[in-house]
T-cell receptor, first 115, second 115 residues
Framework: AQKITQTQPGMFVQEKEAVTLDCTYDTSDPSYGLFWYKQPSSGEMIFLIYQGSYDQQNATEGRYSLNFQKARKSANLVISASQLGDSAMYFCAMRDRNRDDKIIFGKGTRLHILP | KAGVTQTPRYLIKTRGQQVTLSCSPISGHRSVSWYQQTPGQGLQFLFEYFSETQRNKGNFPGRFSGRQFSNSRSEMNVSTLELGDSALYLC??????????????FGQGTRLTVV
């Protein structure tokens, strides 16, 4: 069964606007890690941000922040002041002990930034 | 610090042939995972190696195999290639076992085309 759900297959956002990419997850393990990756057309999977299940504060990395709502099992990625170079596929991923620590990915969201 | 290096970047093979892909992880990282990415199936976990031992294996046929060397470099092999094996193969590098809540860094991938 799918354990990472990204409900937005594609999004179009105007340059300089903020964008939120949705991600919900399912796990019975209290200890897990959540990740967001960016995949441009070149294919490389670029690590953006990480949130641990026990972290008290939402993770932030430059223009990226993770809106972590543990009770709702939600880990949305927020990109502030979007740029044309942000156009790419974005994957939400999770790692937990129930899966022997291997990372599973959502289906991804294709983000298009419009000039 | 060098990133994850995958070679070759592109490969074209014919059905029935075999192929070997290589992944050099980040220096100091001992865990290497392999993923297959296709438009239809998304990102699927192949296997994970830590200290030359296969720790996890995904749901792929025995034609897919891998190994890890003492310097942590890893290879994956696909024998008797089928058209459906055409995909982007991604390798991820992590510090190692027991560090579940750490990020994995990916290489640029090897794009395999089977004709």
């Amino acid at each position: 069964a799918q354990k990472i759900t990204q409900t937005q297959p594609g999004m179009f956002v105007q340059e300089k606007e903020a964008v939120t990419l949705d991600c919900t997850y399912d796990t019975s393990d209290p200890s897990y890690g959540l990740f967001w990756y960016k995949q441009p057309s070149s294919g490389e999977m670029i690590f953006l941000i990480y949130q641990g299940s026990y972290d008290q504060q939402n993770a932030t990395e430059g223009r990226y922040s993770l809106n972590f709502q543990k009770a709702r099992k939600s880990a949305n990625l927020v990109i502030s002041a979007s740029q044309l170079g942000d156009s790419a596929m974005y994957f939400c991923a999770m790692r937990d002990r129930n899966r022997d620590d291997k990372i599973i990915f959502g289906k991804g969201t294709r983000l298009h930034i419009l000039p | 610090k060098a990133g994850v290096t995958q070679t070759p970047r592109y490969l074209i093979k014919t059905r029935g042939q075999q192929v070997t892909l290589s992944c050099s992880p980040i220096s100091g990282h001992r865990s290497v995972s392999w993923y297959q990415q296709t438009p239809g199936q998304g990102l699927q976990f192949l296997f994970e190696y830590f200290s030359e031992t296969q720790r996890n294996k995904g749901n792929f046929p025995g034609r897919f195999s891998g190994r890890q060397f003492s310097n942590s470099r890893s290879e994956m092999n696909v024998s008797t290639l089928e058209l459906g094996d055409s995909a982007l193969y991604l390798c991820a590098s992590s510090i190692g076992q027991g560090t579940m809540n750490t990020e994995a860094f990916f290489g640029q991938g090897t794009r395999l085309t089977v004709v």
